[in-house]
């Protein structure tokens, strides 16, 4: 991968896992992901082909007690990066808002690049697993993203049946938002997008 000026590189080590993650907000949306969960690994390399944020993830968890570290620490470790690799945020277009449909699926998402982090999730799921994967534990990687970037972020599922749809809906969906929403404006490539001089607080 080529890394542009809005990039970055995150390494987190505890007990429970170890995450390096590389990213490029300015990217293809090539990716290079591997986390031991093949359906996250999925969603993850969904993400970045649709943002276009090109992404390199290594997490080795404690699989064996259960995803959920694995799951929470790269979303954590992803958005450090990403908070890191956003900078000063001038030039942005702050807001991005995308409606992705998947089969009998509809999943919408909104996102403001602002240094408030809060998350909304309307999202219900028919099965408790996606094949060994505990469908609670989107929620968290989107709750951990969301925090630690700094953004926030409300993901809807409007209608879906198959869980398979409406969680990779809600991912190309944010990734969608995002990249909407990280784009430099050409008419305000100088201008942090606030009326306060600041973004957060």
């Not at 959920?68 to 954590?76: N, S």
């Not at 982090?117 to 968290?140: A, N």
């Amino acid at each position: 991968m080529n890394f542009s000026e809005r990039a970055a590189t995150m390494e987190r080590k505890t007990k429970e896992t170890e995450i390096l993650v590389a990213l490029d907000l300015d990217g293809a949306g090539e990716y290079d992901v591997e986390t031991g969960i093949g359906f996250f690994d999925h969603m993850l390399e969904a993400f970045s082909r649709h943002s276009l944020i090109d992404l390199k993830v290594r997490a080795e968890g404690d699989l064996h007690v259960d995803m959920h570290h694995t799951v929470e620490d790269v979303g954590i470790v992803m958005a450090r990066a990403f908070q890191k690799a956003v900078g000063d945020m001038v030039g942005i277009r702050r807001f991005g808002s995308a409606y992705v449909p998947m089969d009998e699926t509809l999943s919408r998402a909104s996102v403001d690049v602002s240094m408030r982090p809060y998350l909304i999730w309307r999202v219900d799921f028919p099965r408790d697993k996606i094949g060994d994967m505990d469908t609670e534990l989107f929620k968290e990687w989107f709750h951990a993203f969301a925090t630690n970037a700094g953004i926030c972020l409300h993901v809807e599922n409007l209608y879906g049946t198959n869980c398979h749809h409406i969680v990779e809906s809600c991912f190309k969906a944010t990734a969608r938002a995002v990249r909407q929403a990280i784009e430099i404006d050409p008419r305000a490539e100088d201008a942090l997008p606030s009326t306060k001089g600041v973004l957060g607080g």
